[in-house]
């Protein structure tokens, strides 16, 4: 978060000395005894030498007596015009010290010489702060200018965590600035470290210690979910799912875990195949299958497939065996109206929000979970999904968005 700072005009600038270089006396009469500077010596500022504003002094000036010297006597031309009184303020020039010259002078927070706003050391002279909008290398993660919770950067000049994404024993996080770190059992890899270690059980392992998920250079996240023991997350650029995958569900063609070993992650890990110019809109991780939402409101599906969860009319599992996947993958049909609007996979069951706010879900139905007065699963044979597929009747109002528990829906 961007920390504020004031801006302050440093001291010993051009408003205390000669604007321009150039030899004292010229316009003002003799220069008196040295007057200190950071140059040599100076064309008056705005009136005579010694003038109030101006004078040899400030940063022109005879080279004298240290930072500031002391004032020299007007010349003939200098007592009045701009100034005032002849040397007084001359001989104060640079008293003050300039920022930016290495030295820390009364009045500066820091002097480091440079002109660096990201080192600790603002060009104002002005010591860092949480809230000045320089981010402070090394102490900062961000610095927006304002010390507000809700806006991406905390008032600690933290990143905000902006989406939670919880699987069944491991729960990732991502941060304001589309950084991931996940926590909880690490077993097959659902926490994308490398490793199959947990994290988060054990004192040390969170706060700094926690890992940022690799998931590839470039990319940018726009949605994360969970499931069972795996994770996908959408990017600009498509999906990529890690973790578990005995049944397929990562969409990589194999069983093989991604993110239990070295290497696995960041430009390593795979983006789903979803066919030729199809784009991903959403992903839903289940507990051991995914959805994506893809092109005009409609639907594709991979992984466990036992009770039709994936809605394409048989139990065939999606995604654990090569070419099953982009154009192979068939689209989940839910009906010539249906527009799908948002999406959750619950154990072995799914249901959509289509069209105008209508419900259809499909997959196993124990406890009379898919809402449809049975307990007859749907979309493990054919003609019953599409336009066979029932809406729930819920009444009014419309739905809105669905949510699916292990054997119930919301």
Known sequence: MACGRSEVLPLGATEFGSESGGHAGTHGG????????????GNVGK????????????????????????????????????????????GMAGAGGVCGDGVVDPGEGCDDGNLDDHDGCLTTCDAASCGDGFVWN???????????????????????????????????????????????????GALGHGASDDRGDQPGEMGDALPLLSYGASLKLLGLSGGASHFCALFDLGVKCWGYNGDGELGLGDIANRGDQPGEMGDALPRVDLGLSVAAYGVVAG???????????????????????????????????????????????????????????????????????????WGGNEYGKLGLGDTLARGDDPDEMGDNLPVVALGAPAAGVIALGWDHSC
């Open 30 to 41: 003799t220069a008196g005894a040295g007057t200190g500077g950071r140059g040599g010596a």
């Open 138 to 188: 090394g102490n900062e993660d961000c610095d927006d200018g304002n010390v507000h919770y809700g806006d991406g950067c905390s008032p600690s000049c933290r990143f905000e965590v902006d989406a939670v994404a919880a699987g069944a024993d491991s729960t990732c996080a991502r941060s304001s600035h589309f950084g991931v770190k996940c926590w909880g059992r690490g077993s097959s």
């Open 287 to 361: 507990y051991n299958s995914t959805c994506a939402r893809v092109g005009k409101g409609r639907l594709k599906c991979w992984g466990a497939n036992l009770a039709g969860q994936l809605g394409l009319g048989d139990t065939e599992y999606r995604g654990d065996e090569p070419s099953e996947m982009g154009d192979n993958l068939p689209y989940v049909d839910l009906g010539t109206t249906a527009d799908i609007t948002n999406l959750s996979i619950g154990q072995d069951h799914a249901c959509a929000v289509v069209g105008s706010g209508q419900i259809k879900c």
């Open 47 to 90: 009136g005579g030498t010694g003038a109030g504003r101006g004078g040899s002094a400030g940063r022109g000036g005879s080279a004298g007596a240290g930072r500031g010297g002391t004032g020299g006597n007007a010349g003939s031309f200098a007592g009045s015009g701009f100034g005032g009184s002849a040397g007084s303020n001359a």
